[in-house]
């Protein structure tokens, strides 16, 4: 068997492939955090939450709608969307102009409301949930047995943060959102409805936490604390990518997805830990993140 | 570099002087004294000597974010670590009592000097950020470590003698010497925060640009307040996983740094008997609804939310806005 400093490649490739998975959803949740935290000044403390709320919204279409894993990846995402632009309309609005820890503190309690209802009444365990049949089954490669499922999961996250970062640099629409992150008032003069483009980005930021969250379902099961402590390597993840740039937030996800794999294989010990490490050494370098524009 | 300024409690500014400002909480003071030596003999003191330890936890917090204007969402790394210590120096060096609180508290207090030179770097949301990250570091750590004794955590550790005199397995005796302990972290932090120094460190809350300008190197002042509420919520944690006989996980679980955080808030940032307050209900209402199981959560992320939409002052704020003089 073939070994890379004494251990096996299979297993370093498949501990990879573990990495890539995790950073697809480290890259989706902070770039999610990173629009959210452009234009509202807030850090979305219950992104973790609405990223489990996706997860469950595709448990309970399953269970109560028969409606599969292909409806619910757009069902999911619509209706958490929804949720959280009613959230922005009815709460987040009324902190502007406090101090933005205000809205994390709000956030934080959202959190909370949301993971607690959901225990009680879905218990801690979790629910299994199957992967589609169409990606069912894997292929060899030769060196490592790739499941389809995986693949796709990988693929479409790549494919969706060069989509958000292709509309937030390159359209019109984002043009306006970067424009209204620099100088809200300045954009409202010129005639863009920037409470509304305030709204729709939220909602927009928090259906790609859902959607994350319903591709998750079939690898991690539907479990109502899945978020909870996933949110807090994220946010150590934007803090090591830095809030400038969403570019940044992106590398930086799948990067540190890979590390913590790696970890896992060389010195499993350190793994749940290494994230944070890294953060604090790159504090220690570069206070504003490896991406950010200095605070 | 824009600083952003968590609402002052009403009432602490205007013409009064320093002096003035201390003199008129006397009368509140001695009413919470009195009730605080009368209470054990109304209700259990187990039950109440919860209450100080948090409320020791919650006004060390209030020294950072009520003064400074830093929201650490990493405190419970302070509490819980504290606790560890001080329950492996008790049960497995068998130091006495206070040493075993002591070693604790210089635990807490050295960590804190550790995780503030990291956090304080930066400002703001990137603060709460870092410090919860590092206490998520430190909450895994005590996951993986001997000591701590992972998921089960240090079990029955002896209480022991005061100054190897007096015996501490009574719980009224015990009361009182947390109450002495709570009393002590009180009047240092009522002391701290109407010294020049806290001057100081209020300034930089109001405005750390000017207060730089001034000459005030904002960082040292932020630095040391760190350290100062890391070491005394370490003294509530040793004491409380001393007078339980029980350090776990839930105490380093950032839980309990959100419990603390809605404790202070709903008492009123930045006020001197809003943190007690916030303790004192909140401890209430986890014990009324125990028997529920998850609701505490469910009510706990109520709270928050409730509090930053429509109380932001807190219960004391409001209560002080209404009389017209500061708590």
């Known amino acids: 068997m073939t070994t890379v400093f004494g251990v096996p490649i299979q297993a370093l490739f498949s501990q990879l492939l573990v990495g890539l998975i995790n950073g697809s959803f480290y890259a989706l949740l902070s770039l999610g955090l990173a629009i959210i935290f452009g234009l509202l000044n807030i850090i979305n403390f219950c992104h973790g939450a609405l990223y489990m709320l996706g997860a469950l919204v595709a448990w309970l279409l399953l269970r109560f709608f028969d409606l599969g894993y292909w409806p619910a990846l757009l069902i999911a995402p619509l ?53 589609p049949e169409q990606l069912t089954g894997g292929r060899n490669l030769g060196f ?145 993140g490896l991406f950010g524009r200095t605070a | 570099m824009t600083t952003h300024r968590v609402e002052a409690p009403a009432g602490v500014q205007g013409g009064v002087s320093r002096r003035d400002d201390v003199r008129s909480l006397r009368i509140p003071i001695l009413a919470m004294v009195l009730l605080a030596v009368v209470a054990p003999f109304v209700i259990y003191p187990v039950f109440l000597m919860k209450m100080l330890c948090f409320a020791l936890f919650a006004c060390a917090f209030n020294l950072l974010i009520g003064y400074v204007g830093l929201l650490s969402f990493g405190h419970a790394l302070f509490f819980g670590a504290a606790g560890y210590l001080a329950g492996h120096a008790a049960k497995v060096w068998g130091l006495p009592f206070e040493l075993a609180v002591l070693t604790g508290t210089a635990t807490a207090a050295l960590l804190g000097l550790v995780v503030g030179g990291l956090a304080i770097r930066s400002q ?97 002042y932020k630095l040391i307040t760190f350290v100062l509420s890391a070491g005394l919520s370490g003294l509530a944690g040793g004491t409380k996983s001393i007078v339980f006989q029980l350090a776990s996980l839930t105490d380093v679980h950032w839980g309990t740094s959100g419990e603390v955080i809605l404790m202070v808030l709903l008492g009123g940032l930045g006020t001197v008997f809003g943190p007690i307050v916030g303790a004192v209900v909140i401890i209430c209402v986890e014990s009324y609804l125990a028997g529920l199981g998850g609701w505490v959560t ?23 806005r209404v009389l017209h003089r500061p708590l």
């Open chain 2, 124 to 220: 703001g949301i990137y603060f709460s950020m870092i410090t919860l990250a590092l206490a998520q570091m430190f909450f895994f750590y005590c996951l993986r470590a001997q000591f701590t004794g992972g998921e089960d955590g240090i079990q029955a550790i002896p209480r022991g003698k005061l100054l190897g005199l007096v015996s501490l397995d009574n719980n009224l005796t015990m009361y009182f010497v947390v109450l002495a302990i709570f009393l002590f972290g009180f009047f240092f932090i009522l002391r701290v925060i109407h010294s020049p120094f806290g001057q100081v460190m209020k300034a930089v809350r109001e405005n750390e640009p000017r207060a730089v300008s001034l000459g005030y190197k904002a960082d040292h």
């Open chain 1, 144 to 288: 490592m047995f790739l499941p389809n499922y995986r693949a796709w999961v990988v693929l479409v996250s790549v494919v969706l943060c060069g989509l958000t970062w292709f509309v937030a640099e390159r359209t019109r629409m984002g043009a306006y959102l970067r424009a209204a992150t620099e100088n809200p008032v300045l954009v409202q003069a010129f005639g863009i409805n920037v409470p509304r483009l305030i709204t729709i980005t939220y909602g927009l930021g928090v259906a790609l936490a859902a959607l994350a969250g319903v591709m998750a379902a079939p690898i991690y099961r539907v479990n109502p604390l899945m978020g909870a402590d996933l949110i807090i390597v994220v946010f150590a993840v934007v803090v090591i990518g830095g809030m400038g740039s969403i570019l940044g937030s992106i590398v930086t996800g799948f990067a540190l997805g890979v590390i913590e794999g790696l970890t896992k294989v060389f010195y499993p010990e350190a793994s749940n830990t290494v994230v944070f490490v890294i953060m604090a050494i790159v504090l220690l370098v570069k206070p504003a």
């Open chain 1, 79 to 131: 209706v958490v969307g929804l949720f959280g632009m009613l959230i922005e309309r009815t709460m987040l609005k009324r902190l502007q102009g406090l101090d933005p820890l205000f809205g994390l503190l709000l956030t934080f309690g959202l959190a909370l409301v949301i993971q607690g209802v959901a225990r009680n009444y879905f218990g801690v365990s979790g629910e299994p949930y199957d992967v």
């Open chain 2, 298 to 320: 469910v009510v706990q992320g109520a709270l928050f939310v409730v509090c930053v939409l429509a109380f932001r002052r807190g219960i004391i704020g409001e209560l002080s």
